[in-house]
């Protein structure tokens, strides 16, 4: 008897492995190795059937000049969502969407989808909706809760490639198919589990094969694992176009979508969206809705001037400095990065001579918005002087600037997009790095002399130390501040 041939694949890198352990050799995750049976695949049978000089054709190449044309997109109306997408969906090329489950990666697809049918943005495409994990009726009580159950949107339920390729793979077929979700579906020519390893990967090979072939455009959901990453095999995200994450904190309405890789446009784009009892409903200008709760004259607040992509996005950053009641400080950081908070403490401990090191640090931005440009540095010290001193920020004033490890601050990318957007919104104060490097910093780029809004003041600094005195200014008891931490 044939010995069937098995081999333990990693079910988050994909390495395999001859024999079964505990932890993967190549990744080092734990208990990720599932037995599958080795695939024989074209691959295989090429090397057998004679190499390269088997019946392959000769590739013609040619030069890197050519009459490329416009990328041709398929526009939703959707601008949030076209905006991400890098100005619409490129016929032929597939799409990862990823995101913690309950996040609305159905809710917005469908609704993206019903746009596309019934013609949004002036023009209609034949679209398809495939559901691997809801029945029909749940898809349809969804439309009807959406109010988009009038689109001519094509639904089905399955969840076999081999049913799905034979309805797709025809001429004049669905122009948009979105797949909910890639890890509900199987190949049967293959013996794993749906959402292993090779299943996902084979199932999107196919599919992504499938979209080529016939130049629709293929939305695959994907579900993302406790670390946050897409579940299955890293390839996958190699394998398609645009990869994009859905994210949000679970009590805030606000929904982001945000382009982590996109062959046809730029990255760090974000999407902004509020999930309502009518489905998302896209925030086309979230700096005002990021601020809206905002209360005049609180200490500990400060409204940082961030970039999204190519966004100008305001948001306030919220710090509460308290005693310590434990041998070592707390330090509870939402929405930012713990390590950075660790670096402008230390810088305004170390350089600007105040004691905070040794207080409990809770740091908040607010709305469910994660920054991670460096860009915040200076209004997270401005929210954290602040709520040290117990005196507010003027309401009027926005923040931004990296700080360094001296205790400088330096110039970050885009100050004259923060500042227009700060003075659309009515601030009237800016406080950023010096404008002189701001300039040698724009210099360099070659973009030339900046053009600050005439609107809005800047107050700017070179040192963290002038913040602190800004504070101090204004501060009559700067000896109780500055003193040592209760003892
Ligand atoms: P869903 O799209 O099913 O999430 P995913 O596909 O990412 O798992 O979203 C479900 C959540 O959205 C659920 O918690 C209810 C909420 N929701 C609304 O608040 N309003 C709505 O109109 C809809 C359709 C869903
Ligand atoms: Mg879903």
Known sequence: MAKRETQFVCQQCGAAHSKWAGRCDACGGWNTLVEEAVATGPANSLAKSGGSKGKGRR????????????IPRRVTGIAEFDRVCGGG???GSALLVGGDPGIGKSTVLLQALAALAAGKSGKTYRSAYISGEESLDQVRLRAVRLGVESAP???AASNSIRDIAAALD???GAEIVVIDSIQTMYLDTLDSAPGSVS??????????????????????????TKEGVIAGPRVLEHMVDTVLYFEGERGHQFRIMRAVKNRYGPTDEIGVFEMTDRGLAEVPNPSALFLADRRNQVTGAAVFAGMEGTRP????????VAPTSYGTPRRAVVGWDGNRLAMVLA??????????GARDIYLNVAGGLRISEPAADLAVAAALVSALTLEPMPADTVVFGEIGLSGEVRPVGQAEARLKEAAKLGFGTAITPARRTLRQAQGRTGAGKPSEPDSIA????????????????????????LGPAAS
């Open 59 to 70: 590739l013609e190449f040619t030069g890197l000049q050519g009459d490329s044309r416009e």
């Open 153 to 155: 949107v094509e639904l």
């Open 89 to 91: 969906m490129v016929p």
């Open 199 to 224: 299943q996902v990967r084979a199932c999107a090979q196919e599919l992504i094969g499938l979209a080529k072939n016939r130049g629709f455009c293929l939305v695959l959901v994907g579900h993302v």
């Open 458 to 481: 800047l107050r700017e600094l070179a040192h963290l130390r002038q913040l602190v005195a800004m504070f101090e200014d204004t501060a009559p008891r700067p000896a109780r501040v």
């Open 313 to 320: 996005v305001l948001v306030e950053i919220q710090a509460l």
């Open 347 to 356: 810088v305004l401990e170390a350089r600007c001579g105040l004691q905070i």
């Open 170 to 172: 025809h001429a004049g």
